[in-house]
């Protein structure tokens, strides 16, 4: 949520920045300052009423001691209170359509981000070559079936398109990926947290995915009378509200965490040629990272998190670029974003496995999410940051295709091979 004060002190500014993003919002920002001073009126009409209430009723007694008739009084004590509680009533409609459209707004882009969409994404640096091969190599779709590796058919069976199975050295592989990632934010200070996979309305709400994204992800049905739950997304949906509502104290941060689950997304699986498989899809397995930090450290955090996210594909051999994005591109929640791509061979470019995110204080003010500061006793939003630390889906297709041998096995990683029994080599 955008700080109310900085809407107040330049509106005209805030307007131009989120046209940045691709996005007008200077309609809904005229009326939350519109909308910001009734609220501020009414409230001090309120407590006007409740003032001269509280004045009213002390001079009763004093009345009544001195014989003097109170009819008047009570009288006017009850306008007053039918004043104070239509005042209330116009307050609580007031403040229904002001947080309403605040909690609408997008975070204000980094002033030094692109304004627009892809097209300005902008690749900062590269690593390693990309893959040649000297013979005809295979697609991860082939490589995947003739290995073993994935069952695309049964995973179709089981729950329609968009979904596939694990099996055999395919699911030993998965799951070695993730222990690799893993051990290496646990030996990085993380603390390993493991989050319920169906979550309450207000984790969406926090991480800033609602209200206007809610029709984006699964949701359970249940009774009319219990907790209306999704399925979440990703484990910053769950990690950004871990301190919800809650007042840390400056030494307790940075607070850094790591959460594997799997991913629901409603995004169908595109049937395009450069997407086959298990590149998109409805359910898929990450690794999430997340930090709470000081407004300050912020911006030590985010290059942190982009390091580390570089340094696991950097370990696992592959090709890739780091792209900053432009400001269209971040998602709404989101002030910077970099995001990591490898190359998948068959798929003639880049795909992303790592987008590192900085949200600033956007979802601490929405989830009350804060810290005392040492030196003036007060209490300051937290800034948060996300980053993926790595999503399976498209690192196991670039592992086998960049890794394939011209008989179609396909060497393992050395990262790999201690959660594989030493195996170097998958074949058939």
């Not at 940045?20 to 300052?33: F, G, H, N, P, T």
């Not at 001195?66 to 004590?77: I, L």
């Not at 104070?84 to 909690?103: G, V």
């Not at 304004?115 to 902008?122: H, I, L, Q, S, V």
Request: proline fraction near 4%; aromatic fraction near 8%; include cysteine.
């Amino acid at each position: 949520m955008i700080d109310i004060k900085l809407i107040r002190e330049n509106p005209e500014e805030i307007k131009k920045r989120l046209l940045y993003k691709e996005v007008d919002c200077s309609d809904a920002i005229d009326r939350i300052l519109e909308l910001d001073g009734l609220r501020r009126d009414t409230i001090a009409k309120t407590e006007a009423y409740k003032a001269e209430q509280n004045k009213v009723s002390k001079q009763i007694p004093q009345m009544k001691k001195a014989g003097e008739d109170t009819a008047p009084v009570f009288a006017r004590m009850n306008e007053l209170k039918a004043a104070a509680k239509e005042a209330d009533a116009a307050l609580r409609d007031i403040e229904n359509e002001y947080n309403e459209l605040l909690l609408g707004l997008p975070n204000l882009p980094d002033p030094d981000l692109k304004p627009g969409g892809k097209e300005n994404n902008e690749p900062l640096r590269y690593f390693g070559e990309p893959h040649k091969f000297d013979f005809e190599p295979k697609n991860h779709v082939e490589l995947c079936t003739d290995l073993g590796l994935i069952d695309y058919t049964r995973g179709t069976k089981l729950s329609g398109s968009g979904f596939w199975i694990y099996r055999g050295m395919g699911a030993r592989l998965e799951w070695a990926l993730l222990n690799y990632f893993i051990d290496t934010h646990l030996a990085d200070g993380y603390e390993l947290v493991l989050v319920p996979h169906m979550l309450g309305y207000e984790c969406g709400l926090t991480a800033g995915q609602f209200p206007k994204f809610k029709d984006d992800v699964y949701w359970l049905e249940t009774a009319e009378d219990e907790r209306r739950r999704f399925m979440l997304p990703t484990a910053e949906t769950a990690l950004v509200s871990l301190h919800r509502d809650e007042i840390l104290s400056e030494a307790e941060l940075p607070k850094k965490y790591i959460s594997y689950t799997p991913c629901f997304r409603r995004e169908a699986g595109s049937y395009r040629a450069d997407e086959r498989g298990m590149v998109r899809g409805h359910q898929f397995n990450k690794v999430e990272m997340v930090q709470y930090t000081l407004p300050e450290k912020s911006d030590e955090a985010f290059e942190e998190l982009v390091g580390k996210a570089e340094a696991l594909v950097r370990g696992l051999g592959f090709h890739f670029r780091t792209v900053k994005l432009a400001a269209a591109d971040c998602s709404a929640s989101m002030a910077r974003t970099y995001d990591i791509e490898i190359q998948i061979p068959s798929m003639n470019g880049y795909k992303e496995v790592s987008s590192v995110s900085n949200a600033r204080d956007y979802q601490a003010r929405r989830g009350s999410m804060r810290f005392k500061r040492e030196s003036t006793g007060k209490t300051e939003y937290v800034h948060t940051l996300n980053g993926s630390g790595l999503a399976t889906s498209r690192i196991l297709p670039a592992l086998v295709e960049q890794n394939q041998l011209a008989d179609g096995s396909v060497v393992v990683p050395e990262v790999l091979r201690k959660y594989l029994g030493n195996i170097e080599i998958i074949k058939k």
